[in-house]
């Protein structure tokens, strides 16, 4: 799973480390097993002492994790006071979620990668800062030439753990790649497809004037926000699924 903040600046930030630990609590009350391999953060100061993400790969395990979160792939829009604002004004902030499954061996050898198509860099893993600041170039960026993805990897203290993980998102992330370009040769027959771009927010999560979360693809709604945000998604996650 990977979240990425968009529209809304410092707001969206904590909105993306809002959204990470919903999904970990999420997740926690499934019994799947998270762990983030990759974190870009952005700014501090938020509210719980909370640090922004610009960006996060997150790796879940359990039984039918992919089948349960694929449907959480797009916008998640959030309206609320702005911590962030010496005003309490209310300001809405934007998160892209993308959920891709681990793709086995039989869909890696139809994925042909050369090396020579690959650029790969170390650095440090990258911290909030202070004691976080890690003192190895272990963390591993890998960049597809021809497409221009990159993923990255840092949650493993050998380099070469972490360039096994990168390579296993960027193997997802080419199938999805490829699947999608097979989805475009068939929107004839099934009609068009949506993306998960900035226009296409899947749920609302007002926490002010009011409070509600609603699916803007399902219509369930819940005014118990708080619980929502920890990891309750149930009711939004079986609707999606019917």
């Not at 972490?162 to 997802?172: Q, T």
């Not at 790649?177 to 999560?205: D, F, H, P």
């Amino acid at each position: 799973m990977e979240i990425f903040s968009g529209a809304g600046g410092i707001d969206a930030q904590d909105w993306a480390t809002i959204l990470i630990r919903m999904f970990e609590r999420y997740c926690e009350r499934k019994g799947f097993q998270t762990k983030i391999i990759h974190q870009s953060f952005g700014e501090g100061g938020g509210p719980e002492g909370r640090i922004g993400t610009k960006s996060a790969t997150l790796e879940i395990k359990g039984n039918y994790a992919y089948g349960f979160l694929k449907k959480e792939t797009g916008v998640h829009r959030l309206v609320r006071q702005s911590p962030f604002s010496a005003k309490k004004l209310r300001h809405t902030s934007f998160a892209l979620v993308e959920v891709l499954p681990e793709i086995g061996k039989k869909e890696q050898e139809e994925i042909k990668i050369k090396d020579e198509d690959l650029r790969l860099d170390t650095f440090r893993a990258s911290g909030p800062g202070g004691q976080y600041v890690n003192k190895r170039e272990s963390a591993v960026r890998i960049t597809h030439i021809p497409t221009e993805i990159t993923v990255s990897s840092q949650s493993e203290r050998l380099q070469g753990l972490n360039k096994d993980k990168a390579m296993k998102v960027l193997y997802a992330k080419l199938y999805q790649l490829k699947e999608t370009e097979r989805q475009k040769e068939l929107k004839e027959i099934k009609g068009k497809a949506v993306s998960a771009s900035w226009g296409n927010q899947i749920r609302s999560y007002v926490l002010h004037p009011y409070k509600l979360v609603k699916d803007l693809r399902t219509g369930v709604e819940t005014s118990d926000v708080e619980e929502v945000l920890d990891g309750n998604l149930d009711q939004f996650i079986e609707a999606e699924i019917k």
